[in-house]
């Protein structure tokens, strides 16, 4: 190859690395309105007061259960749940739609080249009528293309994606702060049902004695018919509370089982003591602590890429303005294809710019507006919302333990009722009838005062979900261990399992 082909290849480099400096230039402008944080009035305290640690907003407060089986389920869970890998997935396809825009930056290389067997038209070859009509023609190049960015549209375009990838991230603690908080709830939910299972077994059992034993003195002819339905009525309505409780306990297990990424199933659990300590939950807390939540930093960061995409449509109203470039080679032989005499080049620029759309180019820049707009609000509720469910956990777990207390204080009342009904009526005091109210208050009270220990629990997992805070990091780390399983494609057909067959029950069976 001659010096005369390097000479027009250093004139091609020469007009790109003009084509650079030109693009350097043209990056200071950028058109669109550049990202400004809307101003939300935020109190500077709460409305309740709470006593301890405002650093246990950043623990994984889960632990403070001292419950091994509740750690061993969240574990489960953040590796196996299907809503986190699908929010990681998420996550991985924005990533890569960030380098899918950042590519516009750079210049398009590619390469080219075919090879042809021609024949010319009788009618339009102007050769000697001896010559030869067909030919080969063979071309080997290399192509750019490059779109300058004059305007900041892909600059936009990336500002965009890059809010979207973020807003993917946070949308995925969205994802594991909602999974912990109803693997914990629901986990403690089971335990408070367990617990009413054993007071409702318990009583239908110390039921069933008293109506043998009523069945035996109305034989003997010491009581009435009367005395014995009343004593019946008591055990049946003890016993009716056992399905009830048992069939809240098996839906409770299968919505368990999914969050833990598991088929549906039994639920191993550990039983409440009677001593229930209740964890602390945060105090003084900041209401700046509310910038750790996810969904908080989500809104943000998708409003954020709405208003780079204004930008974007701006952008649409002025020329696109591209460089092309070809450097290679054209022969009708083969063989000689590479030789200096061969050589061929192009260097070129293009222009193109709307005059009229239609109104499109109008009607994407308000709708992009209007996206803005919309997010603008929905990121000021997000703040709105999450200051209320912060409020409404406090004052939840706060009067819930007013509850619970009164509660507990109307049992031991109760068990003082129940026990000197009993001995009036051994007595002959009182009839049966007094002895079988306390009773039925006393068993009602109990299931009451289970119920409102489980429901200050499932409050306290409210304060820490509605708080955020710095044990999502934490929680995080943990499901990015687990790995995603392998989709359908890359198993062979014999490989495949197939959904498992389900026989639908004809009749209903005790």
């Given amino acids: 190859m001659n010096n005369r082909f390097f000479q027009k290849s250093r004139f091609l480099t020469l007009y790109v690395g003009l084509a650079l400096i030109i693009m350097f230039i043209s990056g200071c402008t950028v058109v669109g309105p550049d990202y400004v944080k809307p101003e939300v009035d935020v109190p500077d305290n709460w409305r309740m007061e709470v006593k301890t640690s405002a650093a246990m907003a950043n623990v994984e407060w889960w632990h403070s259960f001292n419950d091994p089986v509740l750690d061993k389920l969240i574990d489960t869970a953040l590796r196996n749940n299907q809503d986190v890998r699908l929010a990681a997935a998420r996550v991985a396809e924005f ?40 030919y080969n023609s063979y071309t080997a190049g290399l192509n750019i293309g490059w779109e300058l960015d004059f305007w900041g549209k892909v600059a936009r375009a990336t500002e965009a994606s890059r809010a979207d990838l973020l807003a993917a991230e946070e949308g995925r603690k969205v994802v594991i702060l909602t999974l912990i908080s109803s693997v914990a709830s629901n986990y403690l939910q089971l335990q408070s049902l367990d617990e009413q299972l054993i007071i409702a077994k318990d009583t239908v059992k110390r039921r069933e004695q008293s109506v043998v034993l009523f069945q035996d003195k109305f034989k003997g002819g010491v009581i009435s018919e009367l005395e014995v339905a009343q004593v019946q009525s008591e055990y049946e309505l003890a016993r009716v509370r056992i399905p009830a409780i048992e069939r809240q306990i098996v839906l409770l297990e299968n919505a368990l089982s999914v969050l833990i990424g598991q088929n549906p199933g039994s639920i191993n659990r550990t039983s409440q003591s009677d001593e229930v300590t209740f964890p602390a939950i945060p105090e003084e807390i900041p209401s700046d602590i509310l910038s750790q939540r996810p969904d908080i930093l989500e809104a943000e960061n998708n409003l954020i890429a709405a208003n780079a995409r204004i930008g974007v449509a701006k952008a649409a ?12 080679f054209a022969s009708e032989s083969l063989s000689s294809l590479l030789n200096s005499s061969a050589g061929v080049w192009s260097a070129g620029g293009s222009m193109l710019g709307p ?3 239609g109104g499109s180019i109008d009607a994407q820049l308000r709708a992009s507006e209007a996206e803005q707009k919309q997010l ?16 409404d956990a406090l004052i939840s777990v706060k009067k819930l333990k007013e509850e619970f207390n009164a509660q ?4 031991e009342a109760l068990k003082s009722y129940s026990h000197f009904a009993q001995i009036r009526y051994n007595d002959g005091y ?24 489980g429901e200050v629990l499932v409050a306290l997992v409210s304060v820490y979900k509605s708080m955020g805070g710095g044990w999502i990091n934490e929680a995080e780390k943990v499901a990015n261990e687990t790995d995603f399983p392998k989709s359908g494609h890359e198993k062979n057909d014999g490989d495949r399992q197939p959904f498992p067959s389900i026989t639908l029950p004809t009749t209903l069976s005790e």
Wanted: proline fraction near 3%; charge should be negative.
């Fill in 95 to 134: 990533a890569a739609r960030v380098d899918i825009a950042r590519a516009g930056f750079f210049p398009q290389l590619g390469y080219s080249g075919d090879g042809n067997r021609n024949q010319l038209s009788r009618e339009s070859y102007n050769g000697p009528s001896s010559g030869s009509r067909t």
């Fill in 317 to 328: 109203y002025f020329p696109t303005i591209s460089l092309t470039g070809m450097l290679g």
């Fill in 355 to 357: 005059i009229f759309s």
């Fill in 376 to 391: 603008v609000a929905q990121y000021i509720k997000s703040i709105q919302t999450a200051l209320m469910e912060v409020e």
């Fill in 408 to 411: 507990s204080r109307q049992v």
């Fill in 430 to 453: 009182v009839s049966y009838i007094e002895v079988l109210d306390s009773e039925r208050s006393l068993f009602d009270a109990e299931l009451e005062l289970v119920r409102k220990q």
